[in-house]
C-alpha cells in the first residue's frame, strides 16, 4: 500500500477503507444468507427435508439432462430443467415433496403406511405456482399397497392432476367422470405395467386447495383397485414434466394422517380453539392451541388449510406463511415452547372471496389436532 504524505489523507483513506471493509462484510452477509435460504438439489435422486417433515426429491428418471430443485420454506422450485422426452410417452422426472416413505425413504415423524380401515381421515393443503412454457402436469399422487412396504413400487397409484400445459394425458384410457371432494374430475383408469393408474383430471387448472385424501383412496376401493385392508403408504405432490419446466413451484404443502385411534399414529395431544371475525370481503381470525399432551412441544409449528380465496394479510403473535393454501406458524423466540396443558394465542388478518368458510386438518408439529 503506497503510504500517505498527509496525516488527513491518511486518515481519510483510512475511513474510505473501513467503510468499504463494512460495505464488504454486508454484500458477504448478505450473500450467506440468501445461500442459506434453500438448498438445491441436482443430484439424480438427491433429497432434503422441508418443515420438518416432508421430504423434498429431486427424483429425475426419465432423461439424463441437467434437473435441479431448491427448496423454499414451505415447498420447493424447479431451477432447471433441461432437455425433453416425446409426449406420447412417460415424463422425464417427478420433482415432488412427500409424506410418507418412498423407496425406503421416509419423512420424519410419518404415521405412513396406515392401514386404510383405520384412517378417519387425511386433510392436506396444496398451493402451487404454474409456467406456461412447460409441457408437464401438477400431480398429486397417493400410493395404495396390500402391504406396509416402504419400499419399491406399490400396487395402486392415484394421481390427481391439478393442472396439465401441452399435449400429454394420463396412463390408459378415460373411464368416465366423477365428483369427488366437491369437484368434478375426468376419471382415467390403466396400467403403466408395473403398477394400476387411478387419474382424476381437473377440467381446469387449479392453483389451490383442501381436501380429505381418503375421499380419492375409497374412490380406488369402490373401483376395485384397492381394499380397506390395504395402506396407505405416501402422500406426494409434485410435477410430471415432458419439456422443460424451470420456474414451476410447490409453494404450500400440508398432509396429516388421522387414524380411527384419533390423531396421526395415536391419540389427539392438542385442542384448537378458531374464533373468527368476518365482514365483506375481510376478516380476522383468532387462533388458541392448548397442548393437552404429558410432554413440552419445542420450536412449535402448527399448520392449516386455508380455503380457496383467503389470504393473510398481516398476523401477531406468530411468524404465518405463506398467505395462502397450506399455513403454517410458528412460535417466536420467546414463545417457542408450548408446556403440557399450556398454550399459544395468535392472529391474523385476511381478505376472501365468495362464501366464508373456516379452515380444516389442524395439526401441531405434524400430530392432528381436536377442535373445540
Known amino acids: 500500500m503506497q503510504p500517505s504524505p498527509h496525516p488527513a489523507r491518511r486518515a481519510r483513506g483510512l475511513l474510505g477503507a473501513l467503510l468499504t471493509a463494512l460495505i464488504s462484510l454486508a454484500a458477504l452477509l448478505t450473500t450467506a444468507s440468501a445461500a442459506q435460504a434453500g438448498t438445491t438439489l441436482c443430484e439424480q435422486f438427491g433429497s432434503t427435508t422441508v418443515q420438518g417433515r416432508y421430504v423434498v426429491q429431486n427424483n429425475r428418471w426419465g432423461t439424463s439432462q441437467p434437473q435441479c430443485v431448491t427448496t423454499t420454506e414451505s415447498g420447493f422450485r424447479i431451477t432447471q430443467a433441461d432437455g425433453s422426452v416425446p409426449t ?39 398451493s402451487y405456482s404454474y409456467v406456461s412454457n412447460a409441457v408437464y402436469d401438477a400431480a398429486y399422487d397417493i400410493w395404495l399397497d396390500p402391504t406396509p412396504r416402504t419400499d419399491g413400487v406399490n400396487r395402486t397409484e392415484i394421481m390427481i392432476w391439478f393442472n396439465k400445459v401441452g399435449p400429454v394425458q394420463p396412463v390408459g384410457s378415460q373411464a368416465g367422470t366423477a365428483t369427488v371432494a366437491g369437484r368434478p374430475w375426468q376419471v382415467w383408469s390403466g396400467n403403466n405395467g408395473t403398477n394400476d393408474v387411478l387419474t382424476f383430471v381437473a377440467p381446469s387448472a387449479i392453483a389451490d386447495w383442501s381436501f380429505n385424501v381418503m375421499d380419492f383412496a ?154 373445540t
Open 88 to 126: 406420447n410417452g412417460a415424463p422425464k422426472s417427478y420433482p415432488s415433496l412427500y409424506n410418507g416413505c418412498h423407496y425406503t425413504n421416509c419423512s420424519p415423524g410419518t404415521s405412513l403406511p396406515a392401514r386404510l380401515g383405520t384412517i378417519a381421515g387425511s386433510p392436506t393443503s396444496i
Open 218 to 371: 375409497r374412490q380406488a376401493v369402490s373401483r376395485g383397485l384397492a381394499q380397506d385392508s390395504w395402506y396407505l403408504t405416501s402422500i406426494q405432490a409434485g410435477f410430471e414434466p415432458w419439456q422443460n419446466g424451470a420456474g414451476l413451484a410447490v409453494t404450500a404443502f400440508s398432509s396429516t394422517v388421522n387414524t380411527a385411534g384419533g390423531g396421526s399414529g395415536g391419540s389427539k395431544s392438542c385442542k384448537v380453539a378458531y374464533a373468527t371475525n368476518t365482514w365483506q370481503g375481510g376478516f380476522t381470525a383468532d387462533v388458541t392451541v392448548t397442548n393437552s399432551g404429558s410432554s413440552p412441544v419445542d420450536a412449535w409449528q402448527f399448520g392449516f388449510g386455508l380455503p380457496a380465496g383467503q389470504r393473510i394479510i398481516s398476523a401477531w403473535n406468530a411468524n404465518v406463511s405463506p398467505s395462502a393454501g397450506a399455513v403454517t406458524a410458528s412460535g417466536p423466540p420467546y414463545n417457542a415452547q408450548i408446556s403440557p396443558g399450556g398454550q399459544v394465542t395468535f392472529g391474523f388478518q385476511g381478505t376472501y372471496g365468495g362464501a366464508f368458510a373456516k379452515p380444516t386438518g389442524f395439526s401441531l408439529n405434524g400430530t392432528s389436532c381436536a377442535t
